[in-house]
């Protein structure tokens, strides 16, 4: 991974001390494929005890970990920021090359066999990353609601439902979001609109929930007193809340696996998987022979 200096600098000791704390966490998230944002890297600080939880820290990392990505003392690739992104089109240097990638990609509908139809729905776009990451083992689609779902994506997702009803299979959104007053009542919001479009799906909430803050205790913040559902929310959990990205990656990452594996018929999923790997496979065995290919289409020509 990158450091490249760029404006050198000489850190006080205590502020070393945080880049190199920052270093060793991001290096452990790395070996396990997982980078990290700025909001999740402070939530290991605040869970380690290392930083109070207070917005000025927050504030106070994001310029360390700025001047130390300037200075050369901290990889570039360890900090992502999901929400802005570069999109391009593919592109290929042969025939071979794209279908040997084709035959990495090739995948079959092994969810069209299955009694469920599972998607995975995410409050946040910056956890769309560790989402994506779980959601692609499995091959289920993925969502990041961005708050409060739109109307219209809501009513196109209530359209595709329908559509995995009437093939004979039960619908299933699992939703990811904070533990606030909007944050568990989107869960809520998500099954309402749902049934009023027509669609019958299961909405499994699963994080961020008070047996998770009981047992994993990640760092609380105030309840939002000026969201209109705070007072419902307090009378019921009291006046913290908890973040989604509280929780480390590999919690949420074991999380979605588990609960889409308890939707599968794992029998019917390894016999479609053999069947797919086969014809994988075969693709594989085209691209290796493309020149062969290539040299019987032009004499048949």
């Not at 944002?37 to 970990?65: H, M, W």
């Not at 009023?196 to 047992?215: C, H, P, T, W, Y």
């Amino acid at each position: 991974m990158p450091r490249i200096t760029y404006q050198p600098k000489t850190f006080r000791p205590a502020t070393q001390q945080i880049i190199d704390v920052a270093n060793r966490i991001c290096a452990e998230y790395a070996e396990q494929g997982f980078d990290l944002t700025l909001r999740q890297l402070y939530y290991q600080f605040v869970a380690r005890d290392l930083l109070p939880n207070k917005q000025s820290e927050y504030n106070r990392l994001g310029n360390i970990i700025n001047d130390a990505r300037l200075a050369g003392e901290m990889d570039w690739d360890y900090i992502v920021d999901r929400t802005r992104n570069l999109r391009d089109l593919a592109h290929w240097n042969s025939p071979s090359q794209i279908i040997d990638a084709v035959a990495a990609q090739y995948r079959t509908h092994r969810w069209a066999q299955q009694p469920h139809r599972v998607e995975v729905w995410v409050e946040k776009d910056a956890l769309i990353g560790v989402i994506a990451k779980a959601a692609e083992a499995e091959d289920v689609p993925y969502f990041s609601c961005r708050g409060y779902t739109s109307q219209s994506e809501l009513w196109a997702a209530a359209r595709r439902m329908i559509g995995y009803e009437r093939a004979g299979q039960k619908p299933v959104v699992i939703h990811l979001g904070d533990h606030d007053p909007s944050g568990v009542d989107m869960t809520r919001d998500i099954a309402d609109r749902m049934a009023l479009f027509g669609a019958s799906v299961k909405v499994d909430r699963i994080a961020l929930n008070m047996e998770q803050v009981n047992r994993y205790e990640p760092p609380p913040n105030p309840a939002k007193l000026t969201d209109s559902r705070a007072g419902g929310y307090i009378s019921r959990y009291g006046s913290s809340s908890w973040e989604l990205d509280a929780l480390d990656p590999t919690t949420l990452d074991r999380l979605i696996r588990s609960a889409v594996g308890q939707y599968r018929d794992q029998e019917q999923w390894d016999y479609d998987t053999e069947a797919m790997n086969a014809q994988r496979s075969t693709l594989a065995r085209v691209a290796r022979r493309w020149s062969g290919v290539e040299d019987m289409v032009n004499r048949a020509e």
